[in-house]
């Protein structure tokens, strides 16, 4: 017999728009139970996880520092989903964000929402030393790690 899938959601870079209506959308009309899960377990901040229905099966986790900037949701995912992880006894990862953390090590699933990081002229219209192209330089590498490392890849379109 299989061991129940208890998954964890690294929703820690969804705050608006697509990528958080269709986690809503999957975990709302899902019902992952009939799929050998166990349980959901969703890490994300405030305004993220009040968008999000609650079901029997799923635990939604508020982390303070999600609801902050860029770098203190970096910080977290950096230094504190493992030991979530570990703490749930989550046995897979799911990232719908598209980057999947360097030290995960657990079977895990990304989904590609943002390809305007491989678009050649998106990155060629930033100016040469700004803030916006390094910012697109650095979501390319981080969501090509991904690509390599993950169990699956889930493409919207």
């Known amino acids: 017999m299989q061991k129940p899938i208890r998954l964890g959601i690294d929703a820690s870079n969804l705050r608006a728009g697509g990528g958080l209506t269709h986690i ?14 166990e349980k959901i377990i969703i890490w994300g901040g405030l305004k993220t996880l009040s968008r999000i229905e609650t079901r029997p099966w799923l635990e939604k986790i508020h982390v303070p520092a999600l609801d902050q900037g860029l770098f203190f949701r970096l910080l977290w995912r950096t230094l504190s989903l493992r030991r979530e992880l570990k703490r749930t006894r989550c046995n897979a990862l799911f990232a719908p964000g598209g980057i999947l953390p360097g030290f995960c090590r657990l079977p895990a699933i990304i989904m590609s929402q943002n390809l305007l990081p491989f678009e050649k002229k998106e990155y060629q219209r930033a100016p040469l030393l700004s803030f916006h192209r390094l910012k697109i330089f650095f979501l390319r590498q981080a969501q090509m790690s991904g690509h390599r490392r993950a169990q699956g890849l889930i493409f919207l379109s």
């Open 24 to 37: 809503g959308a999957v975990l709302k009309h899902g019902n992952p139970t009939l799929f050998g899960f």
